[in-house]
């Protein structure tokens, strides 16, 4: 939903990964956490206030921003400093895999039919959600599997203690006082009681973990029992993911969103990227078809080719509704996983394996070649050896200067090139 979900969904994902099976169970009732003593760097924003002042001064924001005195006390057990939280914001590691060993292992056949399984079982919320929305059930099912596998896993860390501990610190701390005082409205409003607010170390709730900011815009009482629990009932999480992808996400009612597709060994691989839109009709004239070799539909749909590994791994056709993949988590290996992963629920076959291995830098490598594309002039973002959005556009601009196929996929050569030498051998490194 926001650039920090990506080393958030990578924890959780993992915890979901070995832990599928499980069966879901209400979380339990933590005990008011006790604080820990702030980090003396973290009042530096806040003009050297005390924890305990600056928590003051977050009370009365949210007082001013409707919250009642009655919610204040019953929170304020809660709402206490934990600088092992702010260690863990600040020690986030990006983990890196290759798109298909991380689609292989998140997107794999039993998450594909534990997605049906639920849309079978939840039949009636999911069509009043397509209905409501326009949001397809497997689009739902997709995130609520990858985000928690159905509720198995939604963290263990009391909600109010991680939003106040990061308001604090002053990374983020506009944006976790804002998601400090929702936090409050969603008690205020009678969804959830402090005890029973507990999620991810960042604070997102639920089985589809919402930020409290999200879930106090987009949340909604699909079972009619006067709350929006969506932690415990399954029709509230189907309905309110529905009105998040919809509203906030923008989704465009009956358009495909991602389709995995074959594509030529001559195409003007400079289009390759979700910037570029034409026709399907024109990308069909270039050679692109269906991995079954069906011809794409001659119509003037606007899509993008989409090679989260290069012009040598797989290959998807993305559209406008891709977007809403990318909004929710900007990694592209999770939004395009989880874009795949709904149209396995939706019923596509499983994409093709690459014929032959596909090269990758090395973690060091990697990122030395983001080094050498600073120099260049390029703005790569945190020169940190991951393969993230404004390193893959460098990378593209410096193949076009070079001659090389402009796939975005970093390589030994384009890296012999910009260093002036010869090409290096190139085991696994790191992408998101």
Request: net charge positive; with cysteine; glycine share 8%.
């Amino acid at each position: 939903m926001l650039q920090i979900r990506f080393a958030i969904a990578a924890a959780a994902l993992l915890a979901c990964s070995a832990s599928a099976s499980a069966q879901f169970a209400p979380p339990a009732k933590p005990v008011a956490p006790k604080p820990t003593a702030p980090s003396p760097r973290a009042a530096s924003c806040h003009n050297g206030a005390s924890f305990d002042r600056f928590l003051a001064e977050v009370k009365q924001q949210a007082v001013a921003a409707g919250v009642s005195q009655r919610t204040i006390a019953e929170a304020s057990p809660y709402l206490v400093y934990d600088q092992g939280i702010v260690n863990r914001d600040r020690g986030q590691r990006v983990f890196g895999q290759l798109f298909t060993e991380f689609a292989g292992r998140m997107a794999a056949p039993y998450r594909m039919q534990n997605g049906q399984q639920h849309i079978k079982q939840h039949a009636a919320a999911f069509a009043r959600a397509e209905k409501d929305y326009g949001v397809p059930p497997a689009v739902i099912a997709a995130f609520w599997g990858l985000e928690s596998d159905f509720g198995a896993n939604m963290g263990n860390l009391p909600t109010l203690k991680s939003l106040v501990s990061l308001a604090y610190d002053c990374r983020r701390s506009e944006m976790f006082v804002g998601e400090t005082i929702a936090a409050l409205k969603i008690i205020d409003r009678g969804d959830l009681h402090p005890d029973e607010m507990i999620g991810s170390w960042a604070g997102e709730l639920g089985q589809t973990q919402f930020l409290p900011v999200h879930y106090v815009n987009y949340a909604v009482d699909y079972d009619g029992d006067g709350r929006r629990d969506l932690l415990r009932s399954p029709a509230d999480v189907i309905g309110s993911t529905a009105n998040y992808i919809a509203n906030g996400l923008k989704w465009r009612r009956g358009e495909p969103w991602l389709e995995e597709i074959k594509v030529p060994p001559n195409l003007p691989w400079e289009k390759t990227d979700l910037t570029v839109r034409e026709p399907r009709s024109t990308w069909a004239q270039l050679g692109v078809t269906y991995p079954d070799g069906r011809p794409l539909p001659n119509d003037n749909l606007p899509a993008s080719v989409l090679l989260p590994m290069g012009r040598f791994g797989p290959a998807f056709m993305a559209y406008a509704n891709f977007a809403a993949y990318t909004e929710w988590n900007n990694s592209l290996i999770y939004s395009t996983t989880a874009g795949y992963l709904a149209s396995r629920i939706a019923g596509a076959a499983p994409m093709r394996k690459p014929a032959q291995p596909v090269p990758q830098l090395p973690f060091n490598e990697l990122k030395e070649l983001q080094q050498l594309l600073v120099r260049a002039g390029f703005n790569v973002g945190k020169v940190d050896g991951v393969l993230g959005q404004q390193s893959r556009i460098a990378v593209k601009a410096m193949q076009t200067k070079f001659g090389l196929p402009a796939d975005s996929w970093p390589t030994a050569e384009l890296l012999a090139r910009m260093r002036g030498g010869t090409v290096q051998a190139q085991p696994a490194g790191v992408v998101r």
